[in-house]
């Protein structure tokens, strides 16, 4: 089973900053990566899939990139409903496995 | 429009098996590419990846769970049933399904919060 390890668990920054995530996997899982947005009380929405692909609907602000074992999420100047958490995913192998997430807070 | 929404008990007890739908619209489980997964959530805590159902039935499960879990679907009425035997208070959740097209979980329901407890 493929671990996926998301540093840092907190990221503490203000509104207009950017943010940027990162999601290690155990091996590589060659570009089949989504990140996922999860806001409290609602449902995870996909925000990017194979490593740098924006969902429908997702603002241009937020981007991914990485290869092989190591992956990072951008968001380029946070807005307010960003603050949130946030999760990366692997769909390289069975079974599918998250992160263990990251939070972002307003610091 | 793309719908999925969660039906089950909201409360089990421990030894007893869970059964969960998962009724979905917008799309079928017919078409290529096509799958239905189950992700679930302990309260505070890190999604957990379930199971999937693919639209030519194949099927793929949690290493840790596979023993517990069984995922099938019903074509005719645009479900899926995911159901777990022997629940345990470690097993209280929110349990969400979602579509997975062409291996992306892009459209989620809102999840049903399932709780063990005697």
């Known amino acids: 089973e493929i671990v996926l390890t998301q540093s840092p668990a907190t990221l503490s920054l203000s509104p207009g900053e950017r943010a940027t995530l990162s999601c290690r996997a155990s091996?590589?899982?060659?570009?089949?990566l989504a990140w996922f947005q999860q806001k409290p009380g609602q449902a995870p929405r996909l925000l990017i899939y194979?490593?740098?692909s924006r969902a429908t609907g997702i603002p241009a602000r937020f981007s991914g990139s990485g290869s092989g074992t190591d992956f990072t999420l951008t968001i380029s100047s946070l807005e307010p409903e960003d603050f949130a958490l946030y999760y990366c995913?692997?769909?390289?192998?069975?079974?599918?496995?998250f992160g263990q997430g990251t939070k972002v807070e307003i610091k | 429009q793309v719908t999925l929404r969660e039906s089950g008990p909201a409360l089990v007890k421990p030894t007893q098996t869970l059964t969960l739908t998962c009724t979905f619209s917008?799309?079928?489980?017919?078409?290529?590419?096509?799958?239905v997964s189950w992700i679930r959530q302990p309260p505070g805590k890190a999604l957990e990846w379930l199971a999937l159902?693919?639209?030519?039935?194949?099927?793929h499960y949690i290493t840790s769970l596979k023993t517990r879990l069984t995922i099938s679907k019903d074509t005719s009425k645009n479900q899926v049933v995911l159901t777990m035997t022997n629940m345990d208070p470690v097993d209280t959740a929110t349990y969400y399904c979602?579509?997975?097209?062409?291996?992306?979980?892009?459209?989620w329901g809102q999840g049903i919060l399932v709780t063990v407890s005697s």
């Open positions: 917008g799309f079928s489980l017919t078409t290529g590419g096509m799958s």
């Open positions: 995913q692997q769909r390289s192998n069975w079974p599918r496995t």
């Open positions: 979602a579509r997975t097209y062409y291996w992306n979980d892009d459209y």
């Open positions: 091996q590589s899982i060659n570009n089949f």
């Open positions: 194979d490593t740098s």
């Open positions: 159902i693919d639209w030519n039935d194949d099927k």
